[in-house]
């Protein structure tokens, strides 16, 4: 032991003493710098509302004003120097604040705390990043879309279980994911209009006795009302758990697709194949093209729905109202939408890249006995079978092809006969893929027209 700053228990882990030790354990300046913009557009609308209602003069708000434009400014050309010794990124521009304008700066923090000041900085933040993935979903919807209308009537197999279940369409399939993303899109809009009421004002729990204007400040930074008891207003993080929740959902879907697009981009399916700008080569295996941007998406949940867990634990059994627990909010909150933005371009980028193989499609959809079910709904229908019946003679027309290596189409009408007298010519005109799927005319069914119809219906939502 020589270091004697060093805590004799536990000091030799440690280079430096207890206090750099406090230091970097309270410190948050190493992250939530990233919200300078919003606290500085935060203490504008402060300054202002606070000349505004008579508690600082105007030349103090109008030097307040000026300065934070210069520290703004320093900060946004790299020059601003970070101290952890200041701890955040509030009183890191306070403190320079103070230097660059002297005496008004100290006004500055007059009927307000840095609880609501980071509650409020954090929802400013946290609303930008709901409508970068607005954008980001709107996007991906599009080329969605987009694919979907290039292949209203391409055929494809469709999957229970992974094993083949009915003909459908890849337009279809695609436009399964709009749905998804739309349900995304509807979860942003609405946690950020929930979200969307100031803190600001609401001081370190209880408001303060000074003649603030929440109104004022609130409609300066674009919320739609000040929230409404200022021991919640502190120590809510409900739009932060709603943004990580919201972004997991979207990560599940953005995973899903991924893992099919893996699938379907293998040798053994072929069904997609992605472009060289959203895949990468082996060092080794030269014939190689791997899907890894598809393989990162589909891992992006992991990261997502983990800082949507990390908060969750963080925030329960917190006492009202702000804990210093809750500066752990930002960084799980900063790498999620961080992943979430990067898996949404990502995926929009591939989407938009990526061929349908046509060919390949329509060869595996006719494969697996797709057809079985048509088969067994005509006997329904023309002969008038019960449909479990139907589906018993249906199995043991599927056994035969199976016992001899052929599909259901190769089976002759002698052979169906064999099992069902009553089967007739008629038969193959509905064991094809094509008729399979144009049959399924029910509303949101795969059936090209009901794929066009569905294509249509966003096209008209993306552009309203
Ligand atoms: N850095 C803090 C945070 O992120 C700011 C609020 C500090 N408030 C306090 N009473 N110490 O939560």
Redesign the pocket.
Known sequence: MTDQSSNQMWGGRFAAGPDAIMEAINA?IGF?KRMAAQDIAGSRAHAAMLAATGVITDNDAEAIREGLLTVLSEIESGSFQFSTAL??I?MNVEARLKEVIGEPAGRLHTGR???DQ?ATDFKLWVRDQFDAAEKGLLALIKALVDQAEAGADWVMPGFTHLQTAQPVTWGHHMMAYVEMFGRDLSRVRDARARMNESPLGAAALAGTSFPIDREMTASALGFDRPAANSLDAVSDRDFALEFLSTASICAVHLSRFAEELVIWSSAQFRFVTLSDRFSTGSSIMPQKKNPDAAELIRAKVGRIFGANTALMMVMKGLPLA?S?D??ED?EQVFDAADNWMLALAAMEGMVKDMTGNRESLAAAAGSGFSTATDLADWMVRVLKVPFRDAHHVTGALVAMAEGRGCDLPDLSLEDMQGVHEGITEDIFNVLGVENSVNSRMSYGGTAPAQVRAQVQRWKEILAG
């Open positions: 948050s939530d701890e955040d509030h705390s840095r609880n980071v702000y210093k809750m500066q930002k």
